[in-house]
């Protein structure tokens, strides 16, 4: 209730200043965003196999029809003098309720930036940083063709993966700019710096005395790991960003102090505690339009240092090392009408169902099709039929089917 | 688009929209507010400025880019003159303003809305037919209508 309070009292102040100063152009405060409203019915089944951990075989189908506020995103942006622009997004997400509960609410960016020239732009504070095409822009939902994102940025199936695991989620110091390479092609860098993984946040209330993190907590969201994030991007963009292709990387450290769950690790379902693991995250993008066609894919390859788990020998077999994979393709049939198709796969090492036992092409397949119509200026109305599957798989059988359609608004 | 669809696009744009024939065939006038230092754009610096690629005038001022609302037949000329179709463009500066990269382009109703936003707005540059430049503006940049 608090939280809806204080939103509304922002909301309130920012578009009284807004109204005051309309008039200047020069000086506004810009406010902007988007909302993304659909409706779904899916259709979630699991069956588990019969093996020498699991004598009985089990299994279960669950279905559903609902509508959600997908998202909806309020974007601050105020130029403080002709170089430096301060920016802050506001993301509610699943419906955001305090009351039910629903959804989240969150302020995932707060920045400023000051451009000495093209070639170096220095930002500061909370921001999404550049990996591959897509992190930057991932809760940018009305760039993207479709309503449900590939798996490691979609909100809406955050409970079947950790997508910290795979991307970088934010950093707060960043150096990025571009230089012109030969005609029409520029070369662009990002190096960034921030906290380890959400996951090392603390997320107990200061002074609780049966925490011991909390003990040496001073607030709430502070990184509770000496590590820290460290990454960047290389690439090459064109000046209509229609071809764009770069390399990308990161160093931190995975949280494995604590249980992990998921229904993916079976027999067992939980990962043991394998303390702070040093980790190195490569990432490849490419993207491209050619008259009709767009065409967007990317690669994430997740490397751990396995050397000190491993002197332990109950872990000697352990492998965190896990990899995402992901291609669209768009066909634009006039500027109005637009089909795509994606799919993506992922596999995560540490789960059982990819041990010893399991064919090597077990992992997590998605794959979605539909289209799009743009009947008038800034909005869309957008259809997705999804499935995810698990392939390959000795212990684990599951299937999601989802067929969503909703409408995209920019305001 | 081809040429033929872009004319009769233009002429029944013009005829809904009561503008004369002496408007849809003339030649587009890239202007901005008299304090600019610069007198002279390329097609570069153009396109530059328009993909939000470049940020600021020879005199540290920020660029403020002006555009029309809609499917409007200037827009249309002037983009297809860098080679561009305003869904790229848009594409292009959704992303540009989603990310915060620079301040959102100013999107107007008319050529007088037009000319009065860079009129009364230093570092604001926009377009209009070439016989539509009042005086209190610069013209920068001239783009031929071959139509």
């Known amino acids: 209730m608090n939280r809806t309070l204080t939103l509304l009292l922002i909301l309130v102040l920012v578009f009284s200043f807004s109204n005051n100063t309309k008039a200047q152009y020069d000086d506004d405060l810009y406010i902007f965003g988007f909302s993304q409203?659909?409706?779904n019915t899916k259709s979630v089944s699991y069956n588990v196999y019969e093996s020498d951990e699991i004598p009985f075989p089990y299994g279960n189908t669950f279905n559903s029809t609902s509508?959600?506020?997908?998202?909806?995103?309020l974007f601050f942006q105020k130029p403080i003098n002709e170089r430096s622009i301060f920016f802050l997004n506001l993301e509610a997400t699943g419906s955001y309720s305090s009351k039910i509960p629903s959804g989240y609410l969150e302020i995932p960016e707060g920045w400023i930036s000051y451009r000495f020239s093209e070639l170096l732009e220095v930002k500061a504070g909370l921001l999404l940083p550049k990996f591959n095409n897509l992190t930057e822009i991932k809760n940018r939902l009305p760039l993207f063709p479709?309503?449900?994102?590939p798996i490691m940025y979609e909100t809406l199936l955050n409970n079947l993966v950790t997508p910290e695991d795979y991307n970088p989620q934010n950093a707060y110091f960043q150096l990025a700019g571009s230089t012109q390479l030969f005609v029409n092609k520029y070369f662009e860098y990002a190096f960034y710096i921030g906290n380890a993984e959400n996951s090392f946040l603390s997320r107990t209330p200061v002074g609780s005395a049966d925490d011991e993190e909390a003990a040496t907590a001073f607030y709430l969201g502070e990184n509770m790991n000496t590590a820290l994030l460290f990454g960047g991007r290389l690439g090459i963009i064109n000046q209509y960003e229609t071809f764009k292709?770069?390399?990308s990387f990161t160093y931190d450290e995975d949280n494995r102090t604590e249980e992990v769950t998921s229904i993916f690790r079976l027999p067992s379902f939980t990962t043991p505690i394998l303390g702070e693991v040093k980790r190195y995250r490569i990432g490849y993008d490419l993207s491209f339009s050619l008259d009709k066609i767009a065409f967007e894919a990317e690669y994430i390859g997740v490397f751990h240092n396995h050397s000190e788990i491993r002197e332990n020998p109950a872990f000697a077999l352990v492998n965190l090392n896990k990899y995402f994979v992901y291609a669209n393709l768009t066909y634009n049939f006039n500027d109005d009408f637009y089909a795509f198709g994606y799919s993506s796969f992922h596999q995560d090492q540490s789960f059982e169902m990819v041990k010893e036992g399991t064919p090597s092409a077990a992992g997590v397949v998605v794959t979605s099709f539909g289209g799009g119509w743009r009947p008038f200026e800034n909005t869309s109305i957008k259809v997705q039929f999804?499935?995810?599957y698990v392939r390959d798989n000795n212990y684990l059988g599951y299937t999601i089917d989802m067929l969503s359609v909703g409408i995209s608004t920019i305001f | 688009m081809n040429k033929v669809t872009l004319l009769i696009?233009?002429?029944?744009?013009?005829?809904?929209?009561?503008l004369t024939a002496q408007e849809f065939v003339e030649n587009i006038a890239v202007i901005v507010h008299e304090s600019i230092e610069t007198n002279l754009l390329s097609e570069k610096d153009l396109l530059e400025i328009y993909t939000l690629s470049n940020h600021n005038w020879s005199d540290e001022n920020r660029i403020k880019v002006a555009d029309y609302k809609g499917e409007n037949y200037l827009r249309i000329l002037f983009y297809n003159s860098l080679n561009l179709t305003p869904r790229t463009i848009k594409k292009l500066w959704l992303r540009a303003q989603f990310t915060g990269r620079t301040v959102p382009p100013k999107v107007v109703d008319s050529i007088s809305d037009m000319i009065d936003l860079v009129k009364n707005n230093p570092g604001t540059i926009g377009y209009v037919p070439i016989t539509r430049v009042p005086p209190e503006v610069k013209v920068?940049?001239?783009?031929?209508?071959?139509?």
């Open chain 1, 67 to 73: 509508f959600a506020l997908h998202q909806v995103n």
């Open chain 2, 9 to 18: 696009f233009i002429i029944s744009f013009a005829v809904v929209s009561n």
């Open chain 1, 386 to 388: 999804l499935q995810s």
């Open chain 1, 146 to 149: 479709y309503l449900i994102r």
């Open chain 1, 37 to 39: 409203v659909l409706l």
């Open chain 2, 140 to 147: 920068i940049f001239e783009i031929r209508n071959d139509l």
């Open chain 1, 245 to 247: 292709t770069g390399v």
